[in-house]
């Protein structure tokens, strides 16, 4: 493969985690919308939550007997187009039910890409273009909130927003489907990295799973997901409807919350080797709880700060915890605890961020601050119990 194709790869493989992205910060400023539309209560987002994180743990689950039988290329190619029926489902759903199914077909799509793009970076390029890759992911976060607002202030429903998600990602497939023979697992990373199993030996996930720190590992990075989804999600409603916030100001301070995030992780990736990767765990959780506490604050612009602050400070937490895995788990098991991570993050959100929406509906708007900041302090703890065991 020439350079140019590379790099013509690399750009839609960007550019697809940027559509990616879109959806998750989309949900939160079309939220209240969306329950007037069907008469639901302000919890039911849990439902729809759990419907897309149930399709999107079941498809990368299986990716990778997917990616052996019918290749990268193609994978990504239906997953794209299944995401983006799932979108324009949303745009014509006649009943909330339909909806739950287009969300069930939207996170199946998301999953599969998620994991195909990874998988085809991890074993044909190096650390920095992944970074970038999630960092692009955080940008197109950003600008959710920013092309909802946009709808809003055209005065259009919020299925425009949807259409428009649809669009870009049929798009993508459209792009995918002209370079699909192009999309090939390569052998540029050493065996380990290609597959990280083979550095697993014969360790089942059963012996994993009697390691005390992997289950402190799950539940820290359950907590923590919720965390950084629970942040993503509810602010806005928050600022609208129980401090009459202005859409617009408030839909800008959501999308800087996911901006924070992706400025966040580019930053500390040139950072982290020079603190510390403990330290800096450390020092942001404690940012986290710190920003958490500003909203709770009923001051608009001390609230405003800490959403912003709460975004910077989750950014590099994914990373950095993966990376620390193996010291902690051991290398044997680090493949298995990884992914045991990975698929406890993918609960976490909808889990602890449908908590917060129950919490809300029974106690109102105002539990979103105090919620953050208990489960930032959560966080925290579980953290610090990990690194007093490892000592």
Same mark, same amino acid.
């Given at each position: ?63 990778? $007997?997917?990616?052996?039988? =019918? ?14 029926? /799932? ?6 759903? $006649? ?22 793009? !990874? ?11 992944? !970074?970038?890759?999630? +960092? ?50 390569? /052998? ?70 996911? /901006? ?37 604050? !009923? ?15 989750? +950014? ?5 915890? =993966? ?21 406890? +993050?993918?609960?976490?959100? $909808? ?18 601050? $105090? ?14 119990? =990990? ?5």
């Amino acid at each position: 493969m020439t350079r140019g194709q590379k790099i013509l790869l690399i750009g839609i493989a960007y550019a697809g985690f940027i559509v990616l992205g879109l959806p998750n910060g989309l949900l939160g400023v079309a939220w209240p919308s969306i329950r007037g539309s069907f008469g639901i209560s302000l919890d039911a987002v849990g439902v729809l939550l759990i419907a897309t994180t149930t399709g999107y743990l079941l498809s990368s689950f299986s990716s990778g $007997p997917l990616i052996s039988r =019918i290749g990268v290329g193609t994978l990504l190619t239906v997953s794209s187009l299944i995401a983006g029926v /799932g979108f324009l489902g949303y745009s014509v759903a $006649p009943t909330w039910w339909f909806m739950i199914l287009c969300g069930l077909l939207a996170g199946a799509g998301a999953g599969a890409i998620d994991a195909g793009l !990874n998988s085809y970076f991890a074993t044909n390029h190096g650390a920095n273009l992944m !970074n970038w890759l999630h +960092a692009f992911f955080g940008f197109g976060a950003m600008l959710g909130p920013i092309v909802m607002t946009a709808v809003f202030n055209l005065g259009r429903s919020w299925r425009w927003g949807y259409v428009a998600v649809g669009v870009l990602q049929m798009l993508f497939t459209l792009c995918l489907a002209l370079t699909r023979g192009r999309w090939r697992l390569g /052998g540029t990373q050493p065996s380990s990295q290609a597959n990280p199993a083979q550095g697993a030996g014969k360790v089942s996930g059963v012996d994993t799973l009697r390691l005390p720190v992997v289950w402190f590992g799950i539940a820290l990075f359950f907590v923590f997901t919720g965390v950084e989804g629970s942040a993503g999600q509810w602010p806005y409603s928050l600022f609208t409807e129980a401090r009459g916030v202005a859409p617009g100001v408030a839909g800008l301070w959501v999308s800087i919350y996911w /901006g924070s995030l992706t400025v966040g992780r580019m930053l500390f990736g040139l950072v982290t080797d020079r603190l510390g990767v403990v330290r800096t765990i450390r020092l942001c959780m404690v940012g986290v709880a710190l920003g958490s506490a500003c909203i709770w604050c !009923n001051v608009a612009i001390v609230s405003f700060v800490g959403l912003a602050l709460v975004g910077f400070c989750v +950014a590099p937490l994914f990373p950095s915890l =993966i990376s620390v895995t193996p010291g902690r788990a051991g290398a044997a098991h680090a493949a298995n605890a990884i992914g045991f991570q990975v698929a406890s +993050a993918s609960l976490g959100i $909808p889990v602890i961020s449908g908590l917060a929406g129950v919490l809300a509906e029974r106690m109102g708007l105002e539990i979103v601050g $105090p919620f953050l900041l208990a489960t930032s302090v959560v966080m925290l703890v579980l953290h610090e119990a =990990i690194v007093r065991r490892q000592a």
